[in-house]
């Protein structure tokens, strides 16, 4: 079964750190976009960052900008989501999907409908 896991959700307080990590199984990362999504709540899904096959970051959502860095060890078949100086806000599911073509707008990396998707974690950042 071809699967990602999201794996690095908790409780932290706001001023915290976590890493996340989406690690795929069944098949090998290496030609994939991947991305990181966070669904709050009573809220829409909101993407918040995507990054190449070359490791290269494509998109940050505003809202984390400077905050959260999303890299790629291919040798792990992992891609993380390193958060940094979290906020309530930012309490949330986050998945991350695997898709081989994204489409790019100005928010963020948009992700087809063939995609793959973890079943996500929580984050929750509260004191």
């Known amino acids: 079964q071809l699967q990602l896991v999201e794996t690095g959700g908790g409780l932290v307080q706001p001023g915290g750190s976590l890493r996340l990590s989406c690690a795929a199984s069944?098949?090998?990362?290496?030609?994939?976009?991947i991305g990181w999504f966070r669904q709050a709540p009573g809220k829409e899904r909101e993407g918040v960052s995507c990054i190449s096959r070359s490791g290269a970051p494509i998109k940050y959502v505003d809202s984390v900008k400077g905050r959260f860095t999303i890299s790629r060890d291919n040798a792990k078949n992992t891609v993380y989501l390193q958060m940094n100086s979290l906020k309530p806000e930012d309490t949330a599911v986050y998945y991350c999907a695997a898709a081989q073509s994204v489409t790019i707008n100005q928010a963020m990396c948009v992700f087809p409908t063939a995609a793959r998707w973890g079943q996500g974690t929580q984050v929750t950042v509260s004191s």
């Open positions: 069944g098949f090998t990362l290496d030609y994939y976009v």
